[in-house]
């Protein structure tokens, strides 16, 4: 007896301070500890358990053979408007789900956007230019519109790539620059065509004509070859002057370059170094003539309202247009 008393002491002496104990004693020492889990986590774990059985309700959630449980219909469903592959628009309601909600979501965001994409269509191309709060939007939807369709070809800002593509943010427009010519140029589509001259002239006149072109830009060249070719291009041999007119100009109509504004859309002429590469590179696209750009319709591809849209957007925001 006085024993079990040493032993009762010595085990109270052991025992962390501030934790109850069961009373259950083995070994003479051997004590259960009780720490009960905080309330807070007890809770909580109630919580998650009975959340689990609403969500179940709810939502999709247990597989059964090939199919799952689709939660309380009415309780979580979802009605969108879905186009369909032919164009038809179909109220749909299905459960809640992701994709449903994001249907929901780009519904409202077109819905929201058909008023502007409206006003745009209904306003003289000069009134939305002046109008600022229009215009904002011309420039984000511009922007994603070209981005999405005209972008691959023209680059994100515009500025087009040497022998591919245009740059359609500078002040030069072989097709014309008004917001008519712009229109007419996204929805019909161009493709320019200069004919090949490698069989109808000589090697030295194509020389002499590629020197005349060059000296238009004030590229290095040599004179006198130049002035041949100033001749030839004016001659009805090659009839240069027909297509790119007797100032080498160009012709909007036909969007034949203009050959004396320094820019250039197939021969990279300011990227070659030495005069002989330059002469060539010209002589080049003469001897093989020009089929090589095409810029699509877009007629069929995008809304009119949308077409006029990116006519604002080229012209406007791009800048250049005249
Ligand atoms: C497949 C590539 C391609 C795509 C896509 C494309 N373009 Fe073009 N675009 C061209 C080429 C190439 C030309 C020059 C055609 C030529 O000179 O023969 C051109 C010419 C143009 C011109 C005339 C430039 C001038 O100087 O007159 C405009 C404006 C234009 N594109 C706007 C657009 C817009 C807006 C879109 C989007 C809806 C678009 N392009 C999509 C390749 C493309
Ligand atoms: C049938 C009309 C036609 C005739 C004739 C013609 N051209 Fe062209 N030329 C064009 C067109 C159109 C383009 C632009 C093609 C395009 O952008 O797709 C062009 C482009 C060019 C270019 C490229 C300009 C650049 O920016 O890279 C040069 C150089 C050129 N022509 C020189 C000549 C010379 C020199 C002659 C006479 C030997 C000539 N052309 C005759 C229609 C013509």
Not at 54 to 63: I, T
Not at 66 to 93: F, H
Request: with cysteine.
């Amino acid at each position: 007896m006085s024993q079990d008393k040493a032993t009762a002491k010595s085990t109270n002496e052991t025992r962390p301070k501030g934790v109850q104990t069961t009373g259950h004693v083995w070994d003479s020492d051997l004590q259960e500890l009780k720490n009960p889990l905080p309330r807070w986590w007890v809770w909580a774990f109630y919580i998650t358990a009975i959340f689990t059985v609403v969500y179940w309700l709810f939502y999709p959630a247990w597989p059964i053979g090939n199919t799952y449980t689709k939660g309380i219909p009415g309780l979580n469903s979802i009605t969108y408007t879905a186009t369909q592959v032919d164009g038809t628009q179909v109220e749909k309601t299905t459960h809640w789900n992701m994709r449903a909600k994001y249907m929901v979501e780009m519904n409202e965001l077109h819905a929201a956007q058909r008023q502007w994409f409206d006003k745009v269509a209904a306003t003289p191309y000069e009134q939305i230019s002046q109008d600022a709060e229009l215009m904002q939007f011309v420039t984000s939807a511009g922007k994603t519109l070209f981005s999405d369709n005209c972008a691959p070809c023209h680059q994100a800002g515009g500025q087009g790539v040497i022998g591919f593509s245009p740059n359609l943010t500078d002040d030069h427009w072989q097709y014309g620059g008004t917001y008519e010519q712009i229109h007419e140029t996204i929805v019909q589509g161009r493709q320019g065509y200069m004919p090949p001259f490698k069989d109808v002239i000589s090697d030295e006149e194509i020389t002499q004509l590629a020197n005349y072109v060059l000296s238009l830009s004030g590229e290095p060249h040599e004179a006198e070859a130049a002035s041949v070719g100033a001749k030839l291009f004016k001659s009805d041999t090659t009839a240069c002057y027909y297509c790119h007119g007797v100032d080498a100009k160009g012709k909007e109509g036909l969007g034949s370059a203009n050959l004396t504004d320094k820019i250039w859309l197939w021969a990279n002429v300011p990227a070659i170094k030495t005069q002989e590469d330059k002469v060539k590179e010209i002589k080049n696209i003469i001897s093989a003539g020009l089929n090589r750009g095409v810029m699509p319709a877009w007629d069929a591809r995008l809304k009119p309202d949308q077409i006029k849209l990116l006519t604002v957007y080229v012209h406007e925001s791009l800048g250049g247009g005249k």
